[in-house]
């Protein structure tokens, strides 16, 4: 089985920075694509980011030019550098990705979450 761990959330004021983390773990053998998401009460999952297995990336508008994905693939660890940081990116952030195992079996899992919070 492969899990995903988000790291890196806290309470950050407005204009700071964060660097989520999300590490995987078990039989994995590589994280292929992957999505960072956003979701707050009330709202749905909105994705934010996508790093390819490739290191492409795209990013929702509302995060361009302040979000930044990056991949260490010797690490299975994927980031989401977030600066000039607004209270709307306040919510729980996700990592979903797709992975193939040591056996090499695809699937695609989810973190637990991370909080972020900005705020004043």
């Known amino acids: 089985q492969v899990q995903l761990v988000e790291s890196g959330g806290g309470l950050v004021q407005p204009g700071g920075s964060l660097r989520l983390s999300c590490a995987a773990s078990?039989?994995?053998?590589?994280?292929?694509?992957m999505g960072w998401y956003r979701q707050t009460p009330g709202k749905d999952r909105e994705l934010v980011a996508v790093?390819?297995?490739?290191?492409?990336?795209n990013y929702v508008d509302s995060v361009k030019g302040r979000f930044t994905s990056s991949r260490d693939n010797a690490k299975n660890t994927v980031y989401l550098q977030m600066n000039s940081l607004k209270p709307e990116d306040t919510g729980v952030y996700y990592c979903?990705?797709?992975?193939?195992?040591?056996?090499?079996?695809?699937?695609?899992?989810w973190g637990p979450g991370t909080q972020v919070t900005v705020s004043s």
């Open positions: 078990g039989s994995v053998y590589s994280i292929n694509d």
């Open positions: 979903n990705a797709d992975y193939t195992t040591l056996r090499f079996h695809t699937g695609s899992t």
């Open positions: 790093i390819t297995s490739a290191g492409s990336t």
